[in-house]
Structures are given as C-alpha cells and as structure tokens.
C-alpha cells in the first residue's frame, strides 16, 4: 500500500563563472526553487529575461506540505504552459462540507457556475506540482540556469544592482544581479541577512499534518469537523490526494508537544479513532505546525524582491499559502520586463508591492478570522462560534458565517494607482483591478477559452464593433486588440454576462490579466491614457495621445 514516490535527484554542476573566477551580472536570480521561486523563474523565462535559480538542495520538497491550489493560481500555470498534468494528476474539487460532531451543518461549492476551463481547486502533493515546474523550465532551454546546491550567504544591495555570495560543494563565489526575487520561504535567509522585519502574530494552538496511504470511501471534498467524537473539543481537517494519500489535519491544542506529537505510536492511535480499528493505512509523512499571520512591511528593497512565504504567512486554512504566493509572481514579472526593456519608470516596480501588500493585508485578515473561529481565544469567541454552528443547521443566515477556513480566492487591486476609475455604469464583478473571469469561446470554428486569448501583453478587449484595428503601441509598448464577434465568438453569451459587454463596451487588460479600465465605447486617446498610467505614469504626459500609434 505504501506510496512509492521516488524523490528525484538533480545533479549539482558547476557554473562557469565559479570554475573561472568570474564576477558575472545577470538580469535576475531567483532564490528558492519552491512552488513560487520556480514559477517565479518561468514567468520571467515567459517574459524573455533570462535567470538563474539557486536553491541549497537538490530534489523537490519533502512530504506533499501544500496540496490544495486554487483556480486562479491554476490560471497563471496554464498560461505558463503547466497547468495540464497538474490538473490530469490532481484531485479536482469544490464541495466543501461542514460538520459539527457528526452532524453536517453546512455545506458550500466553490464553482456553482458552470463553463470555466480551470477547475475551483485541485489537491495535488507539492512534489508533484514541483516536478511538473521542473520539466516546464528545462523546456526553456538557456533563459532558465537552474543550479541546485548553490546557498546565497550574503547578499548586500548596490545601487544598480544586488551582489551575493554563494556557497557550493566547490566553494564560495561572487555573482551579481540586476533584480533578485527571495522566494525562499517563512524563514527567509535573505530576509534575515537583508536585516528586514516580518510582523505580525503567532496564534497558540498546534496542528498535526498527517498524510496517510490507505484506500478509502471518502469524496473527493473537503470535510471539516468541529468537536467530532473521534476527536473530542478538537477540530479536524480532511482532504484526497493523488495516489491514494490523504491529508488529516488534527488540532493539538497549545500544550502539545511537537515532537512527540509526531511520533508514529501517537500519530496511530489519533488516526485509528478516526477511520476505524480494521482500516488499513500507512503514514507517509507527520508534520506539527503553529498559525502564524505576518508579513513584510514593504515587499521590495532596493534590488530584493519577496515573494510567497518570504514576504508574508498565513495559516494553512484557506489555502492561502502558496495559492497567494504564486499572485505574487503573476504581478511582478511583466512589470520587469517593461522595466528592463525601458518601456516604463522603474516606479512601476514599487507598485508590486503596493498591489501585493493590500493582497496580503486581505489574506492576513481572512486567515486571522478564520483562526479565531477555529480556536476561538476567549468566552465571548467561543460563545458566538457555538451559536454560528447551531443556527447553521436550519438557518441559512448562519452558513456563511461558519468559517473552517475562507477557501484562497484572488484579491481585486481596488484602488491601485494603475487603475483608471469607471466613467460609466457597470454590471458584474470585472472592475478594474478585478482579475479577468473566464468563458469559453469559438475561434476560427473551434472551440476554445477566453484567457488562453490574452496574457503575457496587454490586451484591450471590445465588443460588437470593429474599431479597424488590430493592435496598437503608446509610447513603445504594444497592445493586441480582440474584437468579440470578430477575433473570437462568444460561444455561450458567458463573455458578455461577465463582462456587462454592451455593443462596444471595451476593456483594457493588463499582461497578468487584471482589468486596467473599461469604457462603453472604443477610444484610442482613452486606451493611451489608461495604457500610461497601468505602465505606472499616473497621468499621462500631453504627448502620449499624439505618440498612440496602431496598426491595422
């Protein structure tokens, strides 16, 4: 029964600037081949920056610790040329159910409409999500230098650029670069070298990871129980993995002791009260873990960026932990490579962390309130806790309020300095900020996505009318124009329910595709405004609607 996951091995080799004693400058290191500083890494390659990853070992993580990825993450690998054996190996879900002992007093669907290419969530070892990044990075051939074995020890800002020391089974060696993005983790090497704060709080309460082998007749759901008789005045989590391993989280209570919490002869019991004396399992990995909510004051300094755990944590309910880190990602990127390519201020770099900080200030916000349902700390807590829980049952008011942990969905940047406000009367939820919804479409007959038609540029969007034109350029950086009914056809009329799309209502989407502005007509002058100021030129210049060039 025993999984037998092989961990695979990659060989360390040299790099030729430690072999011969040379001081090279690349355009970006990443630092942590995790989920986030390998996605991280491809996005840059999609961009066509060449990097360079060094991570301290050399195969993927150790046990499946994340498992549970979120549509819009799933999103951004797809557009990354990933998501495929992701989703094909993964577990798919969206029902979640709610149990108080053994009474189910809520259940929710985090997909209840239909027509979407990219499932609510998957469940999905994070060493298999790690293999799948792997192979998608080798197929970018020389934009990617993935070197394993290679420990930053020191890292100062420059000016200009980052220097670094780097530890190998060869020794020490210097390396420079122009952007480094630290994705390495809750206890980040760079953080602490940088001398940078992370703040925020830890929650007195233990969680017990343990993934378990066995067959078995749950669904492919996500089950949460308060108090449940196998598991008194405790809570338990409970979602399906591939391969047949199953991940249980048991609370533990502040007075647990870690380690011996993780032992199989205390571990076993726990699980034997749960599935049954006679259920046949075995333990595949244990893990104990605290709640922690915190994160960097500013996400970026100097050449340093953070991203994922480095720059901000949150508790494992909600799966907010790697699903947010790969938004980080998703929005840094692209303003690199118009950066780098000259085509915008060097400010428009601040404003990832401007986006990402309100991010995570709405996921610390969230993680936080769904700790203190779960392990309410004080009287009043756990009064208003217990009552939810009761009402849940018959009432439907209640039901949202049971939080078991608010399921990891992306955070619109409302009020980001590279939005252009609403001009006219909108229905729906695209407001500029707002990642673009998906629906399927018809090109040149076939069937297809919407987002699998924008991505990576910036996109501006019309219904209805032919403006003529098919791209355009403000001041050196280039839009594609996708008419509806034209370019694509919207196959079931979700594009235009989505989108309020009225006949020439227009969007301008961004490269990481987040909605820009959107007017109720097509208008060249408005997309060169709206274009500058979602390149970080907050207002735009006399000159930009006369240098707003297009081609037909």
């Known amino acids: 029964m025993l999984n037998t996951y092989t961990y695979p091995e990659f060989d360390y080799v040299q790099s030729a600037e430690q072999r011969d004693?040379?001081?090279?400058?690349?355009?970006?290191?990443?630092?942590?081949?995790?989920?986030?500083?390998?996605?991280?890494?491809?996005?840059?390659?999609?961009?066509?920056?060449p990097v360079v990853v060094l991570d301290d070992n050399n195969t993927v993580s150790i046990g499946s610790r994340a498992v549970c990825y979120a549509k819009r993450p799933l999103e951004v690998w797809d557009r990354l040329?990933?998501?495929?054996?992701?989703?094909?190996?993964?577990?798919?879900?969206?029902?979640?159910?709610?149990?108080?002992?053994?009474?189910?007093?809520?259940?929710?669907?985090?997909?209840?409409?239909?027509?979407h290419k990219i499932p609510a969530f998957?469940?999905?070892?994070?060493?298999?999500?790690?293999?799948?990044?792997?192979?998608?990075?080798?197929?970018?051939?020389?934009?990617?230098?993935?070197?394993?074995?290679s420990k930053v020890i020191s890292i100062k800002n420059q000016p200009d650029h980052a220097v670094m020391q780097v530890e190998t089974p060869d020794g020490v060696y210097r390396m420079e670069a122009d952007w480094v993005v630290a994705c390495d983790g809750a206890n980040?090497?760079?953080?602490?070298?940088?001398?940078?704060?992370?703040?925020?709080?830890?929650?007195?309460?233990?969680?017990?990871?343990?993934?378990?082998?066995?067959?078995?007749?749950?669904?492919?759901e996500r089950w949460f129980w308060f108090n449940p008789p196998f598991h008194p005045n405790q809570s338990v989590l409970l979602h399906m993995q591939s391969d047949d391993v199953w991940r249980i989280d048991f609370q533990l209570g502040w007075d647990a002791d870690p380690e011996e919490a993780k032992k199989p002869e205390n571990v076993i019991p726990l699980l034997k009260k749960m599935l049954g004396e006679d259920q046949e399992f075995e333990l595949e990995w244990v893990s104990v873990?605290?709640?922690?909510?915190?994160?960097?004051?500013?996400?970026?300094?100097?050449?340093?960026?953070?991203?994922?755990?480095?720059?901000?944590?949150?508790?494992?309910?909600?799966?907010?932990?790697?699903?947010?880190?790969?938004?980080?990602?998703?929005?840094?990127?692209?303003?690199?490579?118009?950066?780098?390519?000259?085509?915008?201020p060097e400010s428009l770099l601040d404003t990832y962390s401007e986006e990402r900080v309100f991010a995570g200030d709405?996921?610390?916000?969230?993680?936080?309130?769904?700790t203190d349902f779960i392990t309410p700390k004080s009287k009043v807590s756990k009064a208003f806790r217990d009552a939810v829980l009761d009402l849940a049952r018959d009432r439907p008011f209640a039901r949202p309020l049971v939080n078991s942990g608010r399921l990891s969905m992306p955070t619109p940047y409302a009020g980001s300095s590279l939005n252009t406000p609403d001009g006219a009367a909108f229905s729906g939820s695209m407001t500029p900020g707002t990642n673009c919804a998906d629906a399927p479409v018809w090109v040149d007959g076939q069937d297809g996505w919407f987002l699998d038609r924008i991505g990576g540029?910036?996109?501006?969007?019309?219904?209805?009318?032919?403006?003529?034109?098919?791209?355009?350029?403000?001041?050196?950086?280039?839009?594609?124009?996708?008419?509806?009914?034209?370019?694509?056809?919207?196959?079931?009329?979700?594009?235009?329910?989505?989108?309020?799309?009225q006949v020439g209502t227009t969007y301008l989407v961004r490269p990481d595709q987040h909605v820009a502005a959107r007017w109720r007509s097509f208008d060249v002058a408005r997309i060169a405004d709206a274009l500058n100021r979602a390149v970080g030129k907050a207002a735009a210049r006399p000159s930009s609607r006369s240098s707003a060039s297009h081609a037909a």
């Open 188 to 220: 980040s090497d760079v953080r602490k070298m940088m001398g940078l704060e992370f703040t925020g709080q830890f929650f007195m309460d233990r969680f017990l990871i343990a993934d378990v082998v066995m067959k078995a007749d749950f669904p492919a």
């Open 21 to 49: 004693g040379l001081v090279k400058r690349h355009p970006a290191v990443v630092v942590g081949a995790g989920p986030i500083g390998l996605t991280m890494a491809l996005d840059l390659a999609h961009q066509g920056i």
């Open 362 to 370: 709405d996921n610390l916000r969230n993680s936080t309130r769904s």
């Open 457 to 501: 540029r910036f996109t501006v969007l019309t219904f209805g009318q032919d403006p003529g034109l098919t791209g355009g350029e403000v001041d050196g950086v280039p839009y594609d124009v996708l008419v509806v009914g034209k370019d694509i056809q919207d196959a079931k009329g979700r594009l235009a329910e989505r989108y309020d799309g």
């Open 289 to 344: 873990y605290q709640f922690a909510c915190r994160r960097m004051r500013d996400f970026r300094s100097g050449r340093v960026f953070f991203a994922g755990d480095a720059a901000h944590q949150v508790s494992p309910f909600g799966a907010r932990g790697a699903n947010t880190g790969v938004q980080d990602v998703d929005n840094l990127a692209w303003k690199m490579k118009l950066v780098r390519e000259g085509k915008a």
């Open 122 to 149: 998957i469940n999905l070892q994070q060493y298999y999500l790690e293999e799948y990044l792997i192979a998608r990075l080798k197929e970018m051939g020389d934009l990617v230098d993935l070197r394993w074995k």
């Open 81 to 115: 040329g990933c998501a495929k054996p992701m989703v094909d190996k993964g577990v798919v879900w969206k029902v979640g159910k709610v149990f108080r002992g053994e009474e189910q007093v809520y259940q929710f669907d985090l997909l209840p409409e239909e027509d």
